[in-house]
């Protein structure tokens, strides 16, 4: 055996520091005289691609154990950024815990009493984000017995699958899984919709609000266009456009979450 543990000195002093994950314990069992180094091989690529695939096997196991195969299918692509929570796949939002509460008091008292109510309430949240707000506001829609349909939005795939998680949680109320939309990619563009597939889904749909919360301070102007343009097409007669965020009435910052 020595002369193999001979020839793993010349291993080390060619080993890129870029490579490897670490040392294992000599291995002594062979012969007292082995004891270089055992070195695992594998550039920082590889690993990463390792961890996310990890990462993936993870979520899959989550969503199996869930019975979403319908969400999996839409969702598998995401699994880059997701973390889990638990057996959860859901993002936290502290910010959107802090002002849930106030924009739904501001939603029931100053929009809901404008809406006729002859027909499900016919919603579109727009960068919905983690999907605390979906979550909250479905939830207190079925307690006041509203009937409604609520789609959720984002461009970003992480968050959409927030949005499901939070709507498929255990601890969510089973009906809304009946009244909420899967959550759909919508990205914003000063033409309106930049997605093909979503133009598409959302042609002939009309809503009677439209929510932006936290959006047009923090994207690009074109956003803001896009967000106008989406109004003006999908809002139905007497609709409203919902907006949420740090704004200035007369150069003074109004109550938010700044």
């Given at each position: 055996m020595r002369g193999v543990a001979e020839s793993f000195p010349s291993t080390r002093s060619t080993v890129p520091r870029e490579m490897g994950v670490g040392k294992l314990k000599p291995m002594?069992?062979?012969s007292?005289?082995?004891d270089a180094p055992f070195f695992f091989l594998m550039p920082q690529q590889h690993l990463?691609?390792?961890?996310?695939?990890?990462?993936?096997l993870l979520m899959l196991i989550v969503l199996i154990h869930k019975g979403q195969s319908t969400f999996i299918s839409r969702h598998i692509g995401s699994h880059r950024k997701l973390v889990l929570t638990g057996m959860s796949v859901r993002q936290e939002s502290p910010s959107a815990e802090r002002n849930k509460l106030p924009i739904w008091d501001t939603l029931q008292s100053k929009v809901l009493p404008q809406m006729t109510m002859d027909r499900p309430l016919q919603v579109l949240e727009v960068a919905a984000g983690a999907g605390?707000?979906?979550?909250l506001f479905a939830e207190k829609l079925l307690e006041l017995k509203i009937p409604f349909r609520w789609t959720p939005t984002d461009p970003d795939a992480t968050s959409l699958a927030s949005i499901a998680a939070y709507v498929h949680?255990?601890?969510?109320d089973e009906r809304l899984r009946n009244f909420v939309a899967e959550p759909i990619k919508l990205t914003l563009n000063e033409?309106?919709?930049?997605?093909e597939e979503t133009r598409s889904i959302l042609e002939v749909s009309t809503y009677d609000v439209i929510i932006a919360i936290?959006?047009?301070h923090i994207s690009p102007w074109s956003a803001t266009l896009g967000l106008m343009?989406?109004?003006?097409?999908?809002?139905?007669d007497g609709g409203k456009l919902f907006l949420y965020g740090p704004y200035r009435i007369d150069g003074a910052c109004v109550e938010s979450n700044l």
């Open positions: 002594r069992r062979f007292h005289s082995f990463k691609y390792l961890m996310e695939l990890t990462q993936l605390v707000h979906t979550q949680d255990k601890d969510s033409h309106g919709i930049a997605e936290n959006l047009i343009r989406l109004a003006g097409k999908h809002l139905k």
